[in-house]
C-alpha cells in the first residue's frame, strides 16, 4: 500500500484534527449521574455579612503587611536621611493601624448586627 507525501497541511489537519477527536470523546463520555450537586452555600443575610466580613479583614491584613514591607524597606535604605526615616515610621504607623482595624472588623460588624436585629 503506497502512502501519501506529508505535507504541511497534512500535518497541520492531523494536528487539528486530534484535539478535536479527543474533546468530542470527552463529550460523548460526559454523564449527568457523574456530576456532583452544588451546595448553595448562601441561604441568608447573616452568612453573606461573614463571608464580606472575611474578605475585608483578609484585604486589610493583606493591605497592613504590604505597608508593613514599604516601611520596612524604606527605614532600611534612609541612608541616615531624617526626612526619610520619618516616611519610613509613619509607613509602619500605618501598617499597625491597618492590623488594628482588621483585628477589630469582627466587633464592628457584630455591633452593626445588633442594629440590623441578626444577632
Do not use: H
Amino acid at each position: 500500500m503506497p502512502t501519501r507525501p506529508r505535507t504541511p497541511a497534512r500535518a497541520l489537519a492531523r494536528a487539528a484534527a486530534t484535539p478535536l477527536l479527543a474533546a468530542a470523546l470527552l463529550i460523548a463520555l460526559a454523564s449527568a449521574g457523574w456530576a456532583q450537586e452544588t451546595d448553595p452555600g448562601v441561604t441568608d443575610l447573616d452568612t453573606v455579612i461573614t463571608n464580606i466580613r472575611n474578605w475585608i479583614v483578609g484585604l486589610l491584613v493583606a493591605f497592613a503587611t504590604l505597608l508593613l514591607t514599604v516601611g520596612g524597606l524604606r527605614y532600611l535604605l534612609a541612608g541616615g536621611d531624617p526626612g526619610e526615616v520619618n516616611k519610613a515610621k509613619d509607613t509602619l504607623k500605618y501598617s499597625a493601624l491597618g492590623y488594628l482595624v482588621a483585628v477589630l472588623a469582627p466587633i464592628l460588624v457584630e455591633i452593626l448586627r445588633g442594629f440590623v436585629g441578626l444577632s
